[in-house]
T-cell receptor
Framework: DAGVTQSPTHLIKTRGQQVTLRCSPKSGHDTVSWYQQALGQGPQFIFQYYEEEERQRGNFPDRFSGHQFPNYSSELNVNALLLGDSALYLC?????????????????FGPGTRLTVL | AQSVTQLGSHVSVSEGALVLLRCNYSSSVPPYLFWYVQYPNQGLQLLLKYTSAATLVKGINGFEAEFKKSETSFHLTKPSAHMSDAAEYFCAVSLYGGATNKLIFGTGTLLAVQP
């Protein structure tokens, strides 16, 4: 089992550019969540995707958008990059909440994509 | 609204000493609580979780945590620190029975282990 994979590992962009980050969930998982972890901070929830739809969104502007594909993989897109978007972007996958015991619904995290905006 | 507070952004212990990392939560409904560890340049690894079963939860690598509702706490402990425990630790809360299982994290505690 490959676990949660993310690509690329590192990325450098300039202000105003657009970026796409990719995530493949753990085998058997169909829910994908994205988190932003700024330097020295805890991860912050961006949004969660299930059945190719955004199920819940955190306090992030519309410049942050996402997509989930039929194979459950997901993309995070950020438009009009700002210096403050520099962070580690983490993807987490889990089984659907309505399946199985809720207490067993654990999120598995990928290694992250380090985005630097210059 | 749910939140977690981690007291102490940096904790330093000697190898072999007790590790105590503090976490207090705020939740209007019964929470799920988690401790994650993050090694440099890596993602998050789950250490242990509380999901309303036993209040004393044992995790990986010798860590354990006790859920105390009266104190709204979920402190992480390990009897004897090892050099390999040096990492950043995050406490997180999730809403039981919510529409999603999104996690709300604390700001983290960086654990240093001195030889």
């Amino acid at each position: 089992d490959a676990g949660v994979t993310q690509s690329p590992t590192h990325l450098i962009k300039t202000r105003g550019q657009q970026v796409t980050l990719r995530c493949s969930p753990k085998s058997g998982h169909d829910t994908v969540s994205w988190y932003q972890q700024a330097l020295g901070q805890g991860p912050q929830f961006i949004f969660q995707y299930y059945e190719e739809e955004e199920r819940q969104r955190g306090n992030f502007p519309d410049r942050f958008s996402g997509h989930q594909f039929p194979n459950y993989s997901s993309e995070l897109n950020v438009n009009a990059l700002l210096l403050g978007d520099s962070a580690l972007y983490l993807c987490a996958s889990s089984p659907a909440l309505d399946r199985g015991d809720p207490s067993e619904n654990e999120q598995f995290f990928g290694p992250g994509t380090r985005l630097t905006v210059l | 609204a749910q939140s977690v507070t981690q007291l102490g952004s940096h904790v330093s212990v000697s190898e072999g000493a007790l590790v105590l990392l503090r976490c207090n939560y705020s939740s209007s409904v019964p929470p799920y609580l988690f401790w994650y560890v993050q090694y440099p340049n890596q993602g998050l690894q789950l250490l242990l979780k509380y999901t309303s079963a036993a209040t004393l939860v044992k995790g990986i690598n010798g860590f354990e945590a006790e859920f105390k509702k009266s104190e709204t706490s979920f402190h992480l402990t390990k009897p004897s620190a090892h050099m390999s425990d040096a990492a950043e630790y995050f406490c997180a809360v999730s809403l039981y029975g919510g529409a999603t299982n999104k996690l709300i994290f604390g700001t983290g505690t960086l654990l240093a282990v001195q030889p």
